[in-house]
């Protein structure tokens, strides 16, 4: 792969800054071959030109992706260079909050300086048992793998932990003893572990201090050893300490303190038992207040002076000692304060009796003079004398610190001396993991001695520390079978053997401390001529002739040589040393100093076996021959060198673990990260030189499996083959041309360093390429969808804007016509306003004009018409006059002619009348006319009558109105004389009238005065009413203010009542959840003091007993359940019971006598063969009985004996027949009890009741059936007896005879005949069991069916209940009541239907049972109709032997008392469950027992009840014990526990418990003994036992849980697979073995079945289910909070799919409301808030919202760790992060990081009564408790 593959443009470097040391940068355009510039842009924008080096021509390094920022191990970065480490550590610190982080084998911690909730016991918990790579960087992933290694490999373990003052080194060494206590537990009750970390305390006081750098910085190394036995559990430690900083209990630099134990001295010193300390504050002391800070901020130094003294209790060091250490430090305080005053140039003195030096002396029980004058003098010897010289002022004062370093360190090894006492073992130590806290490389502005000696240290651990890298690596390849190409590492042998080899820099340093005149300055010259331009890391300052450089492995160092030599002498005046030995008030203080020759030797070890290195030389006065030994002449470098090379020789013996800690800055700032400061430490800690080494071979290494599911997606189908091996090497082939960039091993693929970032790019291109050929589609089809909604849109808008113009076009019409109109009309109106006008005008002249014509036409009218009057009359007289003559003249003429004409008619009629016929029609013409004149006379006469009626009607009439006319007239009469009366009364009246005018005219003046008052009343009330209104509305409006007040105020008081009370619920509620947590807590820690004690007793047991010959020995690694019952099992089955009775009676007893237990065992024996004597006596006694027995019987007829077996045969074969059909039956009645005992408060079980009677009725009367057909048998056959001949009788005992008469019954069919009507009976039986069978079935499907409704009838309810709370009150009620009716009415009908359909089947029933009765009278009457009265009456009939019916059975078992041993065994400790579970009822132990407490009780026997209750408690636990891990044992003995306390209650007879029992239940009611305290014993036995299987399910799970949950990818393609570091991390590919979510749900089922086949209450197995989800969620959050590359989306799609397969089979066990899905709760907030979106601050919102079930801390922790698996993913933002604390820092919640796996809700146990009677309990002969009899 070139270089221009890799430096393209917008690829991003890394260059160098003065500032940031290293900066980020883009390329912006490629790089070629022989540019010398490259054109950049920094992330701030800013563009540069960036020259490369013209001689090396080195490229910038190149930045990591953006998927491999944040790694937890640095060698998972494809680059591997210093800038990177640098980069991903400040991620890490800075964005995720992360302060561990591996890099190869070294875990790299940076203080926060801050404390964090990582460290609990949670953490442990989780921590423990984990592989180091599947968990997230932790200090407690290091010492769980060095614990491992130390188990597995039986290797001892180092973990060596170093670092710069205040980086964190104590506090990490401490956690991981912390957790070696934890996670291993003591071998002993001695609490070892609390012993090992108590020394953390005390070590702490005495050996660290405040510095600048650190508040509680170790100023000593120190190695400590803890100790471990075969079973790895802690038995002791040991501890070694080096170089401690002596000159800091004299001097302080300013900011810095003194150790912590003088401050915590002088703050406890107002206590009592301090007064004689005579001490004071801080600040008084000359050694504690040169630095200027007495106190450190957020400590207490009283209380830490407390845990101190708890710790030194704890440690053994006793009150007295520790008086004594207090004594000596206050002594050391004064000695301080003691001052001098000089004499002269040469000599000093001290004031008489000086305080400070008075009470040094009276406290070290030393004499004033001797002290104060060796303070100020010192002895020096000659050849020929010895003389006293005075000292100066300076001498003095250096003397002084000199004795206080001296005093101090001596007390510093006394202490250590002790605690390594404390910790010693007597036990013999198998291996032990070591925990060096040791400085780290230094360097300061001025570096002396002590600088010398830490550095020279580090350069000896960096060499251990780079061959075991290097070995390391080369073990990797070598492992995976990779060519080994040598690796080049910087070896800094050459440092070390410039520092300790011969003529080094400690050998000339020891040279020149012997020389009389040695001086620092000719150490320096001698330094200078030996290595200066001979040793290229030696040089020397330029501007200096007293300081040397040496070029370290980490950086160069400047050493001041001035102090070299006195340091390294320690030299300390021997006089006073004498004093202090001399005191004989003070014991300890002799103690101190008596053995110092021996404690000055570096090479011996204190008894404990700690090596000591810093050592003070005591100068003597005089040289004796003899007297100084050779050890006393070693100076502090020696020591050194020597005790380094023992510490080097121990690490090299064991297996290092590294941990390296970084200050990440010097102000102490909580998480502020200084990359300059954190440069410098990597480069001192190696942590650079282990990624250059990895750097050069291949660092980025992936499994064939890993490797595949990353990069498939660079394959095309066709590369896929089966061998994932040969896959990956063709892809690579493809890929990357140049095979030296990588290697195929056998698991895995090795990389150089880029290849993997080479890789990526690749992937993140074809992704890419793929994204975008994806982004165009969908874009495409977003596009196409956009323009068709906006094409749709337009369609739309369109028509709108169309209908709105022709709307407007119709609108301009509508009024253009309207306008038309009304101009028309307007125009029509003026018109016809000016035409009316002109019309009426016109009229007028008309009127006028017209008038005048008229009045001119009237006139002429009128004289025309008065003239025609006259004209007329005139004329008339004139006409009258011509008239009447014209009239006379023709009335003349007339008369003529009518004579003429008279005359001639009366001639004819004469001529006429002469004539006959004449006459006849005259006749003729009269008859007519008469008929005629008679109907006229009738006519005339109706007429007449008619009238003549109306007549009398007219004259009634009439005489009725004159009647009334007449009473008219009367009244009328009357009303004038009442008239008369009315005008007197008006008189009087009208003179009344007047007297009122006068009175209502002065009734009118006094109205107005009135009036005029009351308008002035008026207006004064009006206005006291306006005003009394206004007051009124005031009032009014005050009211219902103070209503409403009244009314929020009671609201309000109501609601935080309700509040207050819904809390005091809720915290009773927690309150007695947590009393019975911590009851059942008490519970559990009993049970396990109670095995400890049984485990303890038959140790001693063990020990006592004498073994027998071929015992054989159990192996040690077995528990003791197990090593309890394999000695058991090999003591015989004679002497097991005497043996047990023996051991009860003696298990508080001391240890057994030997020869008391022999002398019982043989007496034992003994009365094991008497009984036996007594058994075979009894045996034989029974066998002469039978003999006699079976005697009388040969002497009776033989054809009878014959006739009765075959009687008996027959007999068998009903009976059988017989209890077949009965059984059939009973396993009918109890499948029809349980199947319908869920629905019992169901409508119609009443109606099961009366048809289960009935069925036990027909089988009662079947039974009586039976018995008579076997008596009519028996009586038949007798019969036939009698039929024979009498002179057979003689002859029967031939056989062959007996045989014919069998025959001859045989063919006559009489024996045949009964025995087929009983078939044919049977037969009918089981025809109506088979209907009987499908009845119930079709009863079940009904019932079925009914549950269903009722379940819809449910839902409608809440449906219904949901409308009406919507409801105003008034409707509410009226709906609910109306709801309510309806329901009860459908209610009575559907009961009306089932009696109906019940009343069918009972007579059904009957109609089946008078069949029944029919076919069997039949049957009884065709066997008596072939017996002869005269046989019955002659022969004489046999007795029969009729058996009795069986009484009935009252539910109790009696045995005897001592078979109760053989009953628990039997019942308890051999019951195999699975057998139980199958084939018989649940709870059938529990009943049996029950029914034995029964018959006790009936007994009135407390003894025996006591005995078997306490015999099968304890039975109960030995089962436990012994199958404890066994899940359906567990399973078992709780269900069948809780069964029997159930019973217990449902048959104690108080009336709470038995409101559901039968009639026949209630008479089997305890009545003699109340066993409520044994209630309660069952009750904590039951709540052990649920624990128990708490943990048993808890056990089996944990393997499952993480692999299923997490790791396993159940939605394959949606993970992605991160290129791993040197860790094994488990990868999330499902490997063959490994666990998957089919694992949990499957485990989940056998649970679940197992425990619904043991008959276990729904109520307790939903409590289980709930406890079981709470640990898996529990366990599968904890460890998604501990695994970063578990905090992703895809991560979070695959936890919601298996919390959802989950929650679905909830469903369908019908355990939704078991509260289960609730504790899963917390893992799925978790996995939505890995998938919602969080950039905004609605985000924020809302995740503040929707994670309520998690703490602040973990939500939290879930951002920080939160990690994207592609590069389109984005990381969280700091800001966002910061948005969600500031949202939720209101939130009250734990500051707990992990949930509590380990918590057990508490368990309650309901009260379930059975339904089961006691008398129809069958007890299976396979339990073996025929001893047993029922009662």
Known sequence: ?????????????????????????????????????????????????????????????????????????????????????????????????????????????????????????????????????????????????????????????????????????????????????????????????????????????????KTTRNDNSSRFGKYIEIGFDKRYRIIGANMRTYLLEKSRVVFQAEEERNYHIFYQLCASAALPEFKTLRLGNANYFHYTKQGGSPVIDGIDDAKEMVHTRQACNLLGINDSHQMGIFRILAGILHLGNVGFTSRDADSCTIPHKHEPLTIFCDLMGVEYQEMSHWLCHRKLATASETYIKPISKLQAINARDALAKHIYAKLFNWIVDHVNKALHSTVKQHSFIGVLDIYGFETFE?????????????????????????????????????????????????????????????????????????????????????????????????????????????????????????????????????????????????????DEEKALSPTSATPSGRTLLSRTAVKPAKAKPGQASKEHKKTVGHQFRNSLHLLMETLNATTPHYVRCIKPNDFKFPFTFDEKRAVQQLRACGVLETIRISAAGFPSRWTYQEFFSRYRV??????????????????????????????????????????????????????????????????????????????????????????????CYAKFLRRTRAAILIQKFQRMYVVRKRYHLMRAATIVLQSLLRGYIARNKYQRMLREHKAIIIQKHVRGWLARVRYHRSLKAIVYLQCCYRRMMAKRELKKLKIEARSVERYKKLNIGMENKIMQLQRKVDEQNKDYKSLLEKLTNLETTYNTETEKLRGDVERLRMSEEEAKNATNRVNMLQEEITKLRKELHKTQSEKKTIEEWADKYKQETEQLVSELKEQNTSLKKEKEELNRRIHDQAKEMTETMEKKLIEETKQLELDLNDERLRYQNLLNEFSRLEERYEDLKDEVNLMVSIPKPGHKRTDSTHSSNESEYTFSSEITETEDLPLRMEQEPSEKKAPLDMSLFLKLQKRVTELEQEKQSLQDELDRKEEQALRTKTREEEERPPVRGAELEYESLKRQELESENKK?????????????????????APGAPAYRVLLDQLTSVSEELDVRKEEVLILRSQLVSQKEAIQPKEDKNTMTDSTI???????????????????????????????????????????????????????????????????????????????????????????????????????????LKKQLKVFAKKIGELEVGQMENISPGQIIDEPIRPVNIPRKEKDFQGMLEYKKDDEPKLVKNLILDLKPRGVAVNLIPGLPAYILFMCVRHADYLNDDQKVRSLLTSTINGIKKVLKKRGDDFETVSFWLSNTCRFLHCLKQYSGEEGFMKHNTPRQNEHCLTNFDLAEYRQVLSDLAIQIYQQLVRVLENILQPMIVSGMLEHETIQGVSGVKPPGLRKRTSSIADEGTYTLDSIIRQLNTFHSVMCQHGMDPELIKQVVKQTFYITGAVTLNNLLLRKDMCSWSKGMQIRYNVSQLEEWLRDKNLMNSGAKETLEPLIQAAQLLQVKKKTDEDAEAICSMCNALTTAQIVKVLNLYTPVNEFEERVSISFIRTIQMRLRDRKDSPQLLMDAKHIFPVTFPFNPSSLALETIQIPASLGLAFISRV
Not at 572 to 594: A, G, H, N, P
Not at 1222 to 1241: G, I
């Open 1 to 209: 792969m070139a270089v221009s593959e890799l430096y393209t443009k917008y690829a991003r470097v890394w260059i160098p800054d003065p500032e940031e040391v290293w900066k980020s940068a883009e390329l912006l355009k490629d790089y070629k071959q022989g540019d010398k510039v490259i054109q950049l842009r920094l992330e701030e924008g800013k563009e540069l030109e960036y020259c490369l080096d013209p001689k090396t021509k080195e490229l910038p390094p190149l930045r990591n992706p953006d998927i491999l920022v944040g790694e937890n191990d640095l060698t998972a970065l494809s680059y591997l260079h210093e800038p990177a480490v640098l980069h991903n550590l400040k991620v890490r610190f800075i964005d995720s909050k992360l302060i561990y982080t591996y890099c190869g084998i070294v875990l790299v911690a940076i203080n926060p300086y801050e404390q964090l909730p990582i460290y609990g016991e949670d953490i442990i918990n989780a921590y423990s048992g984990q592989n180091m790579g599947d968990m997230d960087p932790h200090i407690f992933a290091v010492a769980e793998e060095a614990y491992k290694q130390m188990a597995r490999d039986e290797r001892n373990q180092s973990i060596i932990v170093s670092g710069e003052s205040g980086a964190g080194k104590t506090v990490s060494a401490k956690y991981a003893m912390r957790y070696f206590a934890t996670v291993s537990g003591s071998a002993s009750e001695a609490n070892v572990e609390e012993k090992v970390l108590a020394s953390n305390p005390i070590m702490e006081s005495i050996g660290n201090a």
């Open 446 to 594: 001025i570096n002396s001695f002590e600088q010398f000696c830490i550095n020279y240290a580090n350069e000896k651990l960096q060499q251990q520390f780079n061959m075991h890298v290097f070995k390391l690596e080369q073990e990797e390849y070598m492992k995976e079978q990779i060519p080994w190409t040598l690796i080049d590492f910087y070896d800094n042998q050459p440092c070390i053997n410039l520092i300790e080899a011969k003529l080094g820099i400690l050998d000339l340093l020891d040279e020149e401390c012997k020389m009389p005149k040695g001086s620092d300055d000719s150490w320096a010259q001698k330094l200078y001529n030996t290595h200066l331009k001979k040793c290229a890391l030696f040089e020397k300052p330029r501007m200096s002739n007293k300081a040397f450089i040496i070029q370290h492995f980490a950086d160069k160092v400047e050493y001041q040589c001035e102090g070299f030599l006195e340091k390294n002498k320690d030299t300390v005046y021997e006089e006073q040393i004498k004093v202090l030995k001399s005191s004989k008030k003070f014991k300890m203080l002799s103690e101190l100093f008596q």
């Open 714 to 807: 660079l394959m095309k189908q066709k590369d896929v083959l089966s061998d994932r091996k040969q896959t990956c090497k063709n892809l690579l082939e493809k890929l990357i041309l140049d095979k030296d960039k990588y290697q195929f091993g056998k698991t895995k693929i090795f990389f150089r360093a880029g290849q993997v970032a080479y890789l990526e790019k690749i992937r993140a291109d074809k992704l890419r390429v793929a994204c975008i050929r994806i982004q165009k589609t969908i874009r495409g089809w977003l596009m196409r969808k956009k323009y068709l909604r906006m094409r749709k849109a337009a369609i739309t808008i369109q028509r709108y804007v169309r209908g709105y113009q022709a709307r």
């Open 1221 to 1241: 059909l009965k059984n059939e039956l009973n396993e009918l009645q109890k499948a029809l009890l349980e199947k319908s005992s869920p629905v019992v408060t």
């Open 1298 to 1404: 007996l045989l014919e008469d069998v025959q001859k019954m045989k063919d006559k069919g009489e024996i045949a005949q009964a025995y087929i009507g009983l078939k044919e009976t049977n037969r009918l039986l089981e025809s109506q069991l088979q209907s009987q069978k499908k009845s119930h079935d079709n009863e079940l499907e009904a019932l079925r069916g009914e549950i269903q409704s009722l379940k819809e009838e449910n839902n409608r309810q809440q449906q219904l209940l949901a409308q009406n709370l919507q409801l105003p009150p008034e409707a509410r009620i009226e709906a609910s009541l109306q709801h309510e009716i309806t329901r009860l009415t459908n209610e009575n009908l559907d009961l009306m239907e089932q009696l109906e359909k019940q009343d069918k089947t009972v007579r059904k």
